[in-house]
């Protein structure tokens, strides 16, 4: 069974800060990786995805991620960021073999940005 | 845009009773899912439905089942509910097949008393 584990559950920094969220997860196989953000009182959005080929993928504001397949990993990164970027960072993780889709997520890291 | 609509946003039911969360997607996805979302704990599968009338376990079944009659609706059951099953329930749907990924509603938050 695959599992996923994110290495802080909660981060504080200044805004201008750079973040960076590790994830690492277990299983032998391809995978699809991910990273969704959910911010207050929003709902679950994707940030970036990972199915193939670079594995230096960028998203939305700003975001991106490196999956390092040797180190079963893949780091979310930020280099500077805003008091808007206050959220929950959900890394979730699909084997490739698995048709149906169904995501593994890690605990998730609380990210608050002070001014 | 694809949307996965959850009926109910907030919902307070007592234990024992009988609860029916509902989700509507509007894409003609073929996969939906239900998920639990808990503090410190992230995400867990409840249950998934790969088509009409077809439904699978996820990683915390017991205590729920689900109904899909028609794609785009997928019903999360709780028969007799229990204080530990208060959380945020999420659902969430996709494109089957491939590398596609999941759209997500806005979750039903349940209390039981």
């Known amino acids: 069974a695959q599992s996923v584990s994110q290495h802080n559950h909660h981060v504080i920094l200044s805004e201008a800060a750079s973040l960076e969220l590790g994830c690492n997860y277990s299983?032998?196989?391809?995978?699809?990786l991910f990273w969704y953000v959910q911010y207050p009182g929003q709902h679950l959005q994707l940030l970036l995805k990972?199915?193939?080929?670079?594995?230096l993928v960028k998203g939305i504001k700003g975001f991106e991620a490196e999956f390092i397949k040797s180190k079963f990993s893949f780091n979310l990164r930020k280099p500077s960021v805003q008091w808007s970027d206050t959220a929950e960072y959900f890394c979730?993780?699909?084997?490739?073999?698995?048709?149906?889709?169904?995501?593994?997520f890690g605990a998730g890291t609380q990210v608050v940005v002070t001014p | 845009d694809v949307k996965v609509t959850q009926s109910s946003r907030y919902l307070v039911k007592r234990t024992g009773e009988k609860v029916f969360l509902e989700c509507v997607q509007d894409m003609d996805h073929e996969n939906m899912f239900w998920y639990r979302q808990d503090p410190g704990l992230g995400l867990r599968l409840i249950y998934f439905?790969?088509?009409?009338?077809?439904?699978e376990k996820g990683d915390i079944p017991e205590g729920y089942s689900v109904s899909r009659e028609k794609k785009e609706r997928f019903s999360l059951i709780l028969e007799s509910a229990s204080t530990n099953q208060t959380s945020m329930y999420l659902c969430a749907s996709r494109r089957g097949g491939g590398a596609n990924v999941l759209t997500f509603g806005a979750g039903s938050r349940l209390t039981v008393l």
């Open positions: 979730a993780v699909n084997a490739h073999a698995d048709s149906w889709g169904k995501l593994q």
């Open positions: 439905s790969y088509d009409v009338k077809m439904k």
């Open positions: 299983y032998g196989g391809t995978v699809n």
């Open positions: 990972y199915f193939s080929g670079d594995p």
